[in-house]
């Protein structure tokens, strides 16, 4: 069933080449405190750290130090401050990042050790700062960094992780060059996996936003608390779902779920078995109990198909008694606790180019830089970062509903599929949905050729959700829709996701502009788009914008599957649909 439009047809992301040691390597002036390479810093309070190392003509750095939502700022004015100069020191200051992290200080509960690399040339000025490799090709130096970095590897496993990337398109052109610049980014990395190599500076930010989620979930442990009835002996097994509408009947057939063997006599499970789901507590977890309930502790869970959090709206338990299964109505999903946030250690080098030959990417590559820091520190500042507050839709008094609703669902098409992006129970005539924090790439697009103003050409954008309700048994039976009424204009109201802050005004080129205007101020998340049909004129007026209209008043409606569902059909941000 399709539903609605996309805002423009996809466009293949960049990809980007990065380096990971948690090392960040900047070419730039710095203050004279913080340039003293022999001043690597470091803590014991356990916690994320960073060092910053940039170079050009000269490296230099800001020590390694705790980073938190406290210290962010230091960081970032560090990276504001850089500015570029003549000539690549590279492998230099991926060397220097690893003295760094070798002389520091550092907690004992250390997880991860990451150097994050970034440039968009071959090195031409090592051998000048290290006299070491002044008679040896600059080759030698580059092998040399990689030897170092499998040495960290040898002594610390696989928490150690080194990541370049690399941008060409301004000295980097032929096939040939490109070759040679991957051997290079080859000396950076831990592995081919983490070389990454783009085509446009717009591609370092995504990497470094992926990077550095990726580093934070490893360092920041969710535990989730279960609280269940204290069943009788009588029931063998509980089994937690996680792919089923709340209050589903049949928990059979799940293909989400944790299951294991019931023991009242020390509340605990055993033999668990994990199902779509992966867990760090292994096949014995042992519950807390009073007389009536009992809770369950479970470490890092995580959905295996793609790595989120679970839905309280999909959770439920069942319990085995007599070969029987059964849902246990007793089982409150809105209690389960899943605020318990435990840090490890990281130390991360960024280690950033700040050569003349970035040019106007310059600035960019500082604003990449910033949202990596601004993840890290306390994962936000982009997609996939830690937290798991979303955007709640809270639809009250729903008109010409219906007794058979159970679920609400909203909706979002890929370019393959439609796909239930989160979902929530129909109560009292309304439902509550808590949509994403963020959306993955797989959701996104940015085709803006046909626009004729949009403040930024790389953003990119959702299609609008649609909310669709189903009954018993997960039967489709119809739509929900937000609309306001006047009387010379209607308004439909709709919710899209961006990825950043930008803006899109003006008529469209492709469509008459004496009757569509758009003024979209969109920022980055989630945001309410507001469709008006105005007929004060001859010719009806169509304009979307993300500011409400005064003097109206916003209800929910219900539309069964058989009736024309006229609202649905409207909003649109493509051309010719």
């Known amino acids: ?114 150097i994050v690399t970034f440039t968009d ?120 779902t996680f792919d089923l509408e709340r209050d589903f009947p049949n928990g059979t057939i799940s293909n989400c779920y944790i299951e294991g063997d019931w023991n009242r006599s020390n509340n605990s499970l055993t033999n668990v078995k994990y199902m779509g789901v992966s867990c760090d507590n292994g096949e014995t977890v042992q519950g807390v109990a009073t007389d ?3 809770t369950f502790s479970f470490r890092n869970l995580k959905i295996d198909s793609n790595e989120s959090e679970i839905d309280k709206n999909k959770t439920n338990l069942y319990t085995l008694k007599s070969s029987n299964w059964s849902l246990d109505s007793e089982f409150k999903p809105d209690n389960i606790d899943d605020k318990d946030i435990e840090q490890r250690s990281a130390v991360i080098m960024l280690v950033l180019d700040c050569s003349s030959s970035l040019g106007n990417d310059f600035s960019s590559m500082q604003s990449a830089a910033n949202s990596f820091i601004d993840i890290l520190s306390s994962g936000s500042g982009g997609g996939g970062g830690g937290g798991n507050t979303g955007f709640v839709i809270d639809a009250k008094n729903v008109l010409d509903g219906s007794s058979s609703i159970k679920t609400a669902k909203a909706n979002l098409f890929t370019n393959f599929s439609e796909d239930v992006i989160a979902s929530g129970e129909y109560l ?43 009954a018993l048994y997960d039967e ?26 930008f803006n899109v005004k003006g008529e469209p080129n492709w469509i008459d502009p004496d009757l569509y205007t758009y003024d979209l101020s969109l920022q980055k998340g989630w945001n309410a788009v507001y469709y008006i049909h105005d007929y004060r004129n001859e010719d009806v007026k169509y304009t979307k914008t993300t500011q409400k209209p005064s003097n109206i008043t916003m209800k929910w409606y219900f539309s069964e599957n058989d009736k024309n569902n006229y609202k649905m059909k409207n909003l649109s941000f493509r051309k010719g649909q």
């Open 428 to 470: 009292n005539g309304g439902f509550k949905i808590t949509l994403p924090r963020t959306l993955s790439n797989d959701y996104l697009q940015n085709d803006w050729k046909n626009w004729m103003s949009v403040s930024d050409r790389y953003a990119k954008i959702s299609q609008e959700v649609s909310f669709t309700a189903h």
């Open 121 to 240: 040339g071959r090195d031409n000025n090592s051998q000048n700062l290290n006299k070491d490799y002044d008679d040896k090709p600059i080759d030698e130096y580059g092998k040399d960094v990689k030897k170092r970095i499998d040495k960290l590897s040898d002594k610390f496993g696989d928490k150690v992780k080194a990541y370049s990337i690399g941008l060409t398109g301004k000295e980097i052109y032929t096939p040939e060059e490109k070759e040679e610049f991957k051997t290079v980014l080859n000396y950076l990395a831990d592995n081919e996996d983490n070389v990454i190599m783009v085509d446009f500076i717009e591609g370092v930010k995504e990497e470094f936003q992926r990077i550095a989620n990726s580093i934070y979930k490893e360092t920041n442990f969710q535990t989730i608390k279960f609280e269940a009835p204290r069943r009788a002996v009588e029931v063998s097994k509980y089994r937690f």
């Open 292 to 294: 009536t309930k009992v």
């Open 476 to 501: 489709h039976i119809g739509y929900f829709s937000c609309e306001g009424y006047a009387n010379d204009y209607e308004v439909y109201l709709y919710y899209v996701y961006a990825d950043r802050n």
């Open 1 to 114: 069933m399709k539903v609605h439009s996309s805002f423009y047809s996809s466009k293949r992301c960049m990809h980007l080449l990065f380096l990971i040691a948690i090392l960040v390597i900047l070419p730039i002036s710095c203050k004279k405190d913080d340039e003293k390479k022999n001043n690597s810093g470091g803590g014991t309070k356990s916690g994320t750290y960073m060092g910053i190392i940039g170079f050009n003509n000269d490296v230099f750095g800001k020590k390694i130090g705790i980073l938190n939502p406290t210290t962010k700022q230091s960081y970032k004015s560090f990276i504001d401050g850089m500015v570029m100069q003549n000539n690549t020191a590279l492998y230099h200051a991926v060397f220097t990042a690893i003295n760094w992290l070798e002389a520091a200080t550092l907690p004992a509960d250390l997880e991860n050790i990451a």
